[in-house]
């Protein structure tokens, strides 16, 4: 099976928790990107709602050149740009909107010629995401809550893991399904029978079948699943 990937230029953020955290997806025993699950409860909600500020303190750093900090540096970063717009808050998180309203405030601050702003159109998300990726810059993909139109139940999108033949299977904890979430994706990979993008989330790296996003989205709505485009 032939891949095209279509990814970052450079390393993407990669955390060194020693012995107090190790990921499952990565063979050095670094993280791949930053996980919620490691402030506590004096961090306020970061550590239950706080992915997409998760998400938004991965793309600063790496678009900083800070790709390798330890674990302390990490999280009192994520603690310095938790506020204003990008403040996480009881029950709600940080929406999309206001998370891309924040980004421009700091992109602006780090002198990089970007705007930011949440999206809503379904068929402009691939391309949108290839664009970015070709531009080397990582893209926040969210899969929004299940409350449109009073359709509530358990489905998620499945995030897959590499099976170190080749293939893609489901990771080892409970089903693989997510929902309610913000992810950053790192690259894009085609094969000649399906697409799938790589992505980080809680300090791992998985993978998702584009046609189960479809699906999710299909089902739910783009005003929350979509992306945050950065241009």
Same mark, same amino acid.
């Given at each position: 099976m032939t891949e095209k =990937? $279509? +990814?970052?230029?450079? #390393?993407y953020v990669r955390v060194d928790c020693g012995e107090v955290w190790k990921p499952d997806s990565t063979d050095d025993g670094l993280s791949y990107g930053g996980n919620?699950?490691?402030f506590g409860s004096g961090d306020g909600y970061i550590?239950?709602?706080?992915? +997409? @500020?998760?998400s938004c303190a991965d793309i600063l750093l790496y678009k900083s050149g800070?790709?390798?900090? +330890?674990? #302390?540096?990490?999280? #009192?970063?994520? =603690? *310095?740009?938790?506020?204003?717009?990008? &403040?996480? /808050? =009881?029950?709600?998180?940080?929406?999309?909107?206001? !998370?891309? @309203?924040? !980004? /421009? *405030?700091? @992109?602006?601050?780090?002198?990089?010629?970007?705007?930011?702003?949440?999206c809503f159109s379904k068929r402009k998300i691939l391309p949108r995401i290839r664009d970015m990726l070709? /531009?080397?810059?990582?893209? $926040?993909? *969210?899969?929004?809550?299940q409350l449109l139109f009073g359709k509530r139940n358990r489905t998620g999108i499945t995030l897959l893991t590499r099976d170190g033949q080749g293939g893609f299977i489901l990771p080892g904890w409970r089903s693989g399904k997510v /929902?309610?979430?913000? !992810?950053?994706?790192? +690259?894009?990979? #085609? $094969?000649e029978e399906r697409v799938l993008l790589e992505v980080s989330s809680w300090g791992e790296k998985y993978f998702?079948?584009?046609?189960?996003?479809? &699906?999710?989205?299909n089902t739910f709505g783009t005003f929350f699943s979509n992306i945050m485009y950065i241009k």
């Open positions: =990937r $279509t +990814g970052l230029a450079g #390393e919620q699950g490691w550590s239950p709602l706080g992915c +997409g @500020l998760i800070r790709t390798r900090p +330890g674990l #302390e540096e990490y999280k #009192e970063y994520v =603690r *310095s740009i938790s506020g204003g717009r990008l &403040k996480v /808050r =009881r029950r709600l998180g940080v929406n999309g909107i206001s !998370m891309a @309203l924040g !980004m /421009r *405030s700091r @992109l602006k601050k780090l002198g990089a010629p970007h705007k930011a702003r949440w070709e /531009r080397d810059i990582p893209v $926040t993909l *969210s899969a929004g809550p /929902r309610d979430h913000y !992810m950053t994706v790192t +690259g894009l990979i #085609e $094969t998702i079948d584009w046609d189960d996003y479809l &699906k999710y989205i």
